[in-house]
């Protein structure tokens, strides 16, 4: 798009560099004639320089031809002045930074729908970290009564293993509460699904009324008294996996609040044989099928099996194709989770290779096998 900057000061040549990066077409209008040589050569937009409440520097900066016009300057009498400009002469957007909230009328009737009030975003911001300092970041949305805020999820929250739909059914979440963005440690954000699982030590990104923020906070930050067990399902089933007898009862949960929950329909190929082993499973509902890589059946898993950890543990690929055979729904357990619970403890690890020694021992009939640690190392 073709932006138009009324204004390069601070927040001006910030916005500038962003939309630039983002491969618009900027043109920033600036009195200062060093202001605008240091935007033209640090930021790499246009500038023109001269006053944006000028009609003819308006024209000279293209504003007839603009798709968004947007005033920063120093003071709302200009910002206002300049909006009417554009208003007569473009069709552009207009968005505004508003200084002094009495102002905000005088934009109304100038036709200015787009407004940034500075001192509530920075009120709204400090007040919110100051009652909520476990609420990472916040922005006021509409009239300031409502919030987008981002909140990272403690190591052992109650929540944690929980699908965005069974956390918006329990009794007691906000109903006016909504779940928009997930972050996970490494930054990669995602849109969440009703069946998308909330992990400790990951962000949620959540909009909610001011009045409800509260509640919304302590239900997500809860944790269980410590000594407490969340007794998942989950857990209770990997219980039974051999490998996995080392753990005790809170590194069992810790893995289990990590697993992500999938459901897919009959049909869907989970892996093929050769594929990179970087995840095992739990079958909570539904059938998998094990093929060989003549497509042979070579085992079938019903609810409370698992397969895939050879892959996970030792890092080779995988030895067989996973086929679901009905619909079903799966824990998933990942690489790294699995490994950060593991590692944490020497002693768990030795043994869990033990096991896993002896297991595919008999898996040969007792055949020698080249000796491998957890995770191919």
Same mark, same amino acid.
């Given at each position: 798009m073709k932006i138009?900057i009324a204004?390069?000061?601070?927040?001006?040549s910030?916005l500038?560099a962003?939309?630039?990066?983002?491969?618009?077409?900027?043109?920033?209008i600036?009195?200062?004639?060093?202001?605008?040589?240091r935007?033209?050569?640090?930021?790499g937009?246009v500038t023109?320089?001269?006053?944006?409440?000028n009609?003819?520097?308006?024209?000279?900066?293209?504003?007839?031809?603009a798709?968004?016009?947007?005033?920063?300057?120093?003071r709302?009498?200009?910002?206002l002045?300049?909006a009417?400009?554009v208003?007569s002469?473009?069709g552009?957007?207009i968005?505004?930074?508003m200084?002094d909230t009495?102002?905000?009328e005088?934009y109304r009737l100038a036709?200015?729908?787009?407004?940034?009030a500075e001192?509530?975003?920075?009120?709204?911001k400090?007040?919110?970290a100051i009652?909520f300092?476990?609420?990472a970041?916040?922005l006021p949305?509409? =009239?300031?009564d409502t919030?987008l805020?981002?909140?990272?999820?403690p190591?052992r929250a109650?929540?944690?293993g929980?699908?965005v739909a069974?956390?918006?059914?329990?009794?007691?979440?906000p109903?006016?509460?909504?779940?928009?963005?997930?972050?996970?440690?490494?930054?990669?954000? &995602?849109?969440?699904e009703g069946?998308?699982?909330?992990k400790?030590?990951h962000t949620v990104?959540?909009?909610?009324?001011?009045?409800q923020?509260a509640?919304a906070? =302590?239900?997500?930050?809860a944790?269980?008294p410590v000594g407490?067990r969340t007794?998942s399902l989950?857990?209770? &089933?990997?219980?039974?996996?051999?490998f996995?007898?080392?753990?005790?009862d809170?590194e069992?949960?810790?893995?289990?609040?990590?697993?992500?929950?999938l459901?897919?329909?009959?049909?869907?190929?989970?892996?093929r044989?050769?594929d990179?082993g970087e995840?095992?499973y739990?079958v909570?509902?539904?059938?998998?099928?094990l093929k060989?890589?003549n497509?042979?059946?070579?085992?079938?898993?019903?609810?409370g099996?698992?397969?895939?950890?050879l892959?996970?543990? &030792?890092?080779e690929?995988?030895?067989?194709t996973?086929?679901a055979t009905?619909?079903c729904?799966?824990?998933?357990v990942?690489?790294? =989770?699995f490994r950060?619970?593991v590692m944490a403890n020497p002693a768990?690890?030795?043994e869990m290779s033990?096991?896993?020694?002896e297991?595919?021992?008999r898996?040969?009939?007792g055949k020698?096998?080249?000796?491998r640690g957890l995770?191919?190392r």
């Amino acid at each position: 798009m073709k932006i138009v900057i009324a204004g390069g000061g601070r927040v001006g040549s910030v916005l500038a560099a962003r939309l630039v990066a983002e491969q618009h077409t900027v043109t920033v209008i600036e009195r200062d004639a060093t202001v605008c040589n240091r935007i033209f050569e640090e930021v790499g937009a246009v500038t023109v320089c001269g006053d944006a409440t000028n009609p003819r520097v308006l024209e000279a900066a293209g504003i007839a031809s603009a798709d968004v016009a947007a005033g920063v300057l120093a003071r709302d009498s200009e910002n206002l002045a300049f909006a009417m400009l554009v208003r007569s002469t473009s069709g552009a957007r207009i968005m505004v930074r508003m200084l002094d909230t009495s102002y905000r009328e005088a934009y109304r009737l100038a036709g200015v729908k787009e407004l940034v009030a500075e001192a509530e975003v920075v009120v709204a911001k400090m007040t919110t970290a100051i009652d909520f300092p476990q609420v990472a970041g916040t922005l006021p949305l509409g =009239d300031g009564d409502t919030l987008l805020f981002e909140l990272a999820l403690p190591l052992r929250a109650r929540v944690a293993g929980q699908t965005v739909a069974q956390v918006r059914g329990t009794a007691g979440f906000p109903r006016e509460c909504v779940f928009i963005g997930m972050v996970d440690p490494q930054g990669r954000a &995602t849109l969440p699904e009703g069946s998308t699982v909330l992990k400790a030590g990951h962000t949620v990104i959540l909009v909610s009324r001011r009045s409800q923020l509260a509640v919304a906070v =302590d239900f997500l930050s809860a944790e269980p008294p410590v000594g407490e067990r969340t007794g998942s399902l989950l857990a209770a &089933t990997l219980r039974k996996v051999d490998f996995l007898a080392p753990l005790n009862d809170e590194e069992l949960e810790t893995v289990a609040r990590g697993a992500q929950h999938l459901h897919h329909p009959g049909g869907t190929e989970l892996f093929r044989q050769g594929d990179p082993g970087e995840t095992f499973y739990v079958v909570l509902s539904g059938e998998v099928n094990l093929k060989d890589s003549n497509g042979q059946v070579v085992a079938t898993v019903k609810p409370g099996g698992f397969f895939g950890e050879l892959a996970l543990l &030792t890092g080779e690929p995988r030895t067989a194709t996973a086929v679901a055979t009905s619909a079903c729904e799966l824990a998933a357990v990942g690489r790294e =989770d699995f490994r950060s619970v593991v590692m944490a403890n020497p002693a768990v690890a030795l043994e869990m290779s033990r096991i896993l020694g002896e297991r595919l021992s008999r898996a040969v009939g007792g055949k020698p096998q080249k000796k491998r640690g957890l995770f191919g190392r």
